[in-house]
C-alpha cells in the first residue's frame, strides 16, 4: 500500500501569515490515465472532515481561493496564503490513485501562534 | 440541501456486534460510490471500505485491519448504507463517518459521524 507522509505534523502560523503543508507518496500517484488523485481534506474542531482540492490543484466550490495545490509524482503541498482564524483544525492529504485502499496522511495540525 | 446521517454507533464489547445505517438524501444516491472513514479518538482517518454502484456492480473493497469482519452494504430503494461489524475488537473503537469519497470532479459529502465503542 502506499504510504503518506505529511510534514510539519504541527504548523503555529500568524494570522495574516501564509501556511505551507507538504505531502509525500512513496511511489508515483500518476494514475494510467495521466492524472493524479490527491486530495486535501480540512478537519475543523468537533467537524467532520471537508475536502478542499482534488486532482492536486482543483478546489472544491464553496473553497477560499487562499487555499492552493500543487505537485507532482510523489510530491505535494497545500499553500494557504494568508491564514484566518477559520483555518485552525486538522489538514489531511489522501491519495485516491492506488485504491483500495485510500491512504490517508498522518495529518497537519493548523494551530494560530 | 444534501443530508448524510449515520446511527446506530454505541457501546459494544469486545467480540460483539453491531451495524451503522447512513440515511443520504439530496443527491443521486444509487449514483454513488459510499465509503466508510473512521477516526479513532484523538487520532486521524482511516478509510474503512467502500460499496460501488449496482451499475459499476455493486462491489466492496475493504481495509486489511477489517477485511472478513467488516460488510458495507446498501439499499437504494431507502437511500441507505450500511456497516455490519462482527468480532469487534477495542481497536475498532471511533468515530465512523459516511462519505461520497472521490478522487475526481464529484461532490464530496461527509455525515456527522457515530461513536463505536468497544469495551468490556
Known amino acids: 500500500d502506499v504510504v503518506m507522509t505529511q510534514s510539519p505534523l504541527s504548523l503555529p502560523v500568524t494570522l495574516g501569515q501564509p501556511a505551507s503543508i507538504s505531502c509525500r507518496s512513496s511511489?508515483?500517484?500518476?494514475?494510467?490515465?495521466?492524472?493524479?488523485?490527491l486530495n486535501w481534506f480540512q478537519q475543523r474542531p468537533g467537524q467532520s472532515p471537508r475536502r478542499l482540492i482534488y486532482m492536486v490543484s482543483n478546489r472544491d466550490s464553496g473553497v477560499p481561493d487562499r487555499f492552493s495545490g500543487s505537485g507532482s509524482g510523489t510530491d505535494f503541498t497545500l499553500k494557504i496564503s494568508r491564514v484566518e482564524a477559520e483555518d485552525v483544525g486538522v489538514y489531511y492529504c489522501?491519495?485516491?490513485?492506488?485504491?483500495?485502499?485510500?491512504?490517508f496522511g498522518q495529518g497537519t495540525k493548523l494551530e494560530i501562534k | 440541501e444534501v443530508q448524510v446521517v449515520e446511527s446506530g454507533g454505541g457501546l459494544v464489547k469486545p467480540g460483539g456486534s453491531l451495524r451503522l445505517s447512513c440515511a443520504a438524501s439530496g443527491f443521486t444516491f444509487n449514483n454513488a460510490w459510499m465509503s466508510w472513514v473512521r477516526q479513532a479518538p484523538g487520532k486521524g482517518l482511516e478509510w474503512v471500505g467502500r460499496?460501488?454502484?449496482?451499475?459499476?456492480?455493486?462491489?466492496?473493497d475493504y481495509a486489511a485491519p477489517v477485511k472478513g469482519r467488516f460488510t458495507i452494504s446498501r439499499d437504494d430503494s431507502k437511500n441507505t448504507l450500511y456497516l455490519q461489524m462482527n468480532s469487534l475488537q477495542t481497536e475498532d473503537t471511533a468515530v465512523y463517518y459516511c462519505t461520497t469519497l472521490n478522487g475526481v470532479p464529484l461532490n464530496d459529502y461527509w455525515g456527522q459521524g457515530t461513536l463505536v465503542t468497544v469495551s468490556s
Open positions: 489522501m491519495e485516491a490513485t492506488h485504491w483500495p485502499p485510500y491512504t
Open positions: 460499496i460501488k454502484t449496482k451499475t459499476d456492480g455493486g462491489t466492496t
Open positions: 511511489q508515483s500517484l500518476v494514475y494510467s490515465d495521466g492524472n493524479i488523485y
